[in-house]
């Protein structure tokens, strides 16, 4: 049951100023009594005081603790109050000596001159004019934010975002939340539509209220881009909107109209029916494609200058490329933008080698990246060239969330105004890169500057929206080698070439004589856990000359008995049992304990990270860990609410306990999540699933995840239902479109 306390803060004992979270002891005014509070107090200070609901726990190291829900920062009742709150430093520009005068000087009067009359300050010794002001301001600031969280907590509003919503509309609040709450899900980040939707609802807004229904409809296609589409079809749009809202489809038409005048959709028609944009994702699809044109420009080279070229970097690198190959470092000499596509072991690895030794003779500039650390590193290794992620290429900068349009984009340092000084710029692994990232690349890429694109396009698309290599490709805008032949030492891998059987809907033979691509065939799930276990911690270890923790189980699903919840909980028993010197923290429902293997699991461009050297001295800090990155939970640390994660590229990362919300188990991780990673070993249980899950593009991307060995575990049935199972779930991109308008308008201006 809810209680209330009332008192001063004494002093805080710690603070997490990215989330406001406290340990402070608090004096009981009565009994001068201290009481150890938490909770999240984004600005309330030393000295002040208050009065506060929430429950007494009992925490197992600290003892009993006062878990603060809501509080109301209330006033000094008496010169002695008013002189301890003045000289805590809650105001600026007075300390305690100060106080002390300003207290002496009026008196029972202080507070009232203090809110009332604050320019009377300067007859006090020692207070200026300007400083009365200053100080003037700081109080009326103050009584305002105290006045507008005690408004926004009638409305169940937590204190931390209410924090959030003075600092973005200040006095103007009262009437955004009387009028138009869902304002608040198109402004401030964490509030989405069903946070604003329930305020509005105890605000008293009808169910059928105009601003309840667009802001639903943009609510809808935001979350359609969380699955990976630009756009939606009306139809589906308005049937999505209806299940949401409760409303019927007419209600929506009319507001279509309208949000297009406003300019937050966009309409377009497409094969005989309207799809509707949000107008972000539809500028940032046209965008992406006018930059892409303007970088396709002729480089005319020698053709024969090309070919003696090629000649001398063969006979140097005692490699022998195929035609497709030579074509490809022509191509890539010869245009401003060029596409290199092929599955495993077809010589994407040696054809861009050989394109980094074309421009090196030229004395060319280079840059390599790829969309994630484990891809970027790999690249370092394959080519002996320093490849970094694309975030560090263009030099992300930290930008708060609350001000990255509509919570997704980072800022970069790197950009139109700021672009990389570069001749060539490679991206490998761009089936990964989304619309978002693929904007800020052609934003910080210089007309002139040749721009490579590589990856696999029969690999899952980006987790982030759109389509962008496939659609690059399928444009028919643009230079493209496709590789296609397998070379002799991969084509002895059973993994390259099952891959290429399971891409072309081809049955794979099962017979347990490779060396390299195994079925152990089991028909329930229990069973198949256990031989999944006891691959990991006896059997594949020695055999690929790799640790437990470096083979990978992937599954299509999260949920279900194979699926990746359940399969961790059950893998974090055996893979990292509890011991008494291991400490552990839960959230929610999930469970960290250190050494738990780890994955972050969406973009925190703020977060900071560190590279250390011996003895644990920093080498090198930066920001920003992305969804995929993977690492080991080094430390729990119950004191500072903080945990600390180090990462596969060796960066450590220090999460409160808010931010572990972030992070999940990762000893079994979802396909989806593995792409641009590659393991010593892969281990796929494979029982049933859903018929959009189950289909051969997710087989594919797995199998060419693994570099010495896959291991599936499961039904053979179902195993070929997949490889038979072409369907895809559909993703709503127009790339494709939007490039050929664009070129088609270029050819008719020439």
Known sequence: MSETVTGYIDHIIFRNEENGYTVMVLKETKEEEELTCVGSFPSVTQGASIEASGVYTHHPVYGKQFQISSFVEKMPEDTEAMERYLGSGAIKGIGAALAARIVRKFGADTIRIVEEEPERLAEVKGISEKKAREIAGQVTQKTEMRKAMIFLQKYGISLNLGAKIYQKYRESLYTVLQENPYKLAEDISGVGFKIADEIASRIGIHADSDYRIRSGMLYTLLQASGEGHIYLPKDQLFARCAQLLGVDEPYMEKHLMDMVIDRKLVLKEKNGETVVYPSQYYYLELNTARMLCELNILCPEDEELIRKRIAMIEKETDTVLDEMQKKAVTEAASHGLFILTGGPGTGKTTTINAIIQFFEGEGAELRLAAPTGRAAKRMTETTGYEAQTIHRLLELNG???????????????????????????????????????????????????????????????????????????????????????????????????????????????????????????????????????????????????????????????????????????????????????????????????????????????????????????????????????????????????????????????????????????????????????????????????????MNRNLLYTAVTRARKCVTVVGSIEEFENMIRNEKQQKRYSALDERIRELDEMNEETV
């Not at 230079?479 to 809907?505: C, Y």
């Not at 799930?525 to 059997?539: P, T």
């Not at 990746?564 to 893979?575: A, G, M, T």
């Open 399 to 693: 930008m708060p969330e609350e001000e990255r349009e509509g919570g997704h984009s980072a800022k970069f340092e790197r950009n139109a105004q700021n672009p990389l000084e570069a001749d060539v710029i490679i991206i490998d692994e761009m089936s990964m890169v989304d619309i978002h990232l693929m904007h800020s690349l052609l934003l910080a890429v210089t007309t002139g500057t040749r721009l490579i694109l590589v990856g696999d396009e029969n690999q899952l698309p980006s987790v982030g929206p759109g389509n962008v290599l496939r659609d690059i490709i399928h444009s028919g805008c643009f230079p493209v080698v496709e590789l296609t032949k397998i070379f002799r030492q991969a084509s002895e891998s059973d993994i390259v070439v099952n891959a290429h059987k399971i891409n072309r809907g081809e049955p794979v033979q099962i017979n347990n004589k490779s060396r390299d691509f195994f079925f152990l065939k089991r028909y329930d799930a229990d069973i198949i856990i256990r031989v999944v276990i006891a691959l990991i911690q006896e059997k594949l270890p020695k055999y690929v000359d790799a640790k437990p923790f470096e083979i990978q189980v992937l599954t299509p699903m999260r949920k279900g008995l194979l699926g990746v919840e359940r399969l961790n909980q059950i893998l974090q028993r055996y893979l990292n049992p509890p011991e008494e010197a291991k400490k552990e923290k839960a959230i929610g429902d999930r469970l960290f304990r250190e050494g738990d293997k780890v994955m972050q699991i969406k973009n925190n461009y703020q977060m900071e990270w560190e590279i250390r050297g011996r003895y644990g001295i920093v080498i090198e800090k930066g920001i920003g860990v992305f969804n995929g990155d993977m690492g080991i939970l080094k430390e729990v640390n119950e004191f500072a609410e903080t945990a600390e994660v180090e990462f596969e590229d060796g960066r450590f990362a220090t999460y409160s306990f808010k931010q572990l919300e972030e992070l999940e188990l990762a000893y079994a991780i979802t396909i989806h999540k593995s792409q641009g990673s590659e393991y010593p070993a892969v281990i796929l249980p494979i029982l049933s699933g859903p018929r959009m899950l």
